[in-house]
């Protein structure tokens, strides 16, 4: 069924309003699904057909964003050479941030997670994806204004990251500072800008992550009633 509200068309939604326990079961599934989810530096090589890198993307692209905007676009890359390349790129300014950029508290903070600035990963891993923002659209050589596109598009990121580990597959949010090189090997537009990049694999076979709790709900939440 469609209405026209305020001069535009508008569908009827089919919302599925379940049950209370069924909302209980789902809500925990999900929860203990997700506190699963590890970072990931450690990839293997096998291959992952096109199809489920596609329908990640998809559900990534089902978020919110200001107005309606959709100021996003997901860069897909399989090409070796190009891993190659956004390796090169991303292990020089790594290693530019570790020797000068960073502080000496942010590496020891870095310290637990294991980190540096090699990542070889970016050309083990079968699929890289680099996610731009749009500052802007162009329509018939018209600037469109998009809005609120930092928090649109970082929306889209945990809708993607989400998507990633109920997929069965493992990531890690890289941001190689500054990330301008990605424009220049993905060769995009002049209204995009890299926010996040994200390498999508099977871990290895024999991988450790850093032993790590998370904080618990009183710390992170406050509820009133």
Known sequence: MEKVIKGHPHIQLKFD????????????EFYLSMNKRRSVREFSSKPIPKEIIENIVKTAATAPSGAHKQPWTFCVISNPDLKKKIRKAAEK???????????????????????????????TVPYIVVVFKKIYDEEEGQKKTNYYVNESVGIACGFLISAIHQAGLATLTHTPSPMNFLSEILERPKNERPFLLLPVGYPAEETYVPKLDRKGLNEIAEFYS
Not at 98 to 120: A, F
């Open 93 to 123: 300014e790594e290693y530019e941030s570790y020797q000068n950029r960073m502080s000496d508290q942010w590496i020891k903070d870095l310290e637990p997670i294991g980190t540096d600035w090699e990542k070889p990963f970016l050309e």
């Open 17 to 28: 309003n379940a049950a209370i326990e069924t909302l209980k079961v789902r809500s925990e």
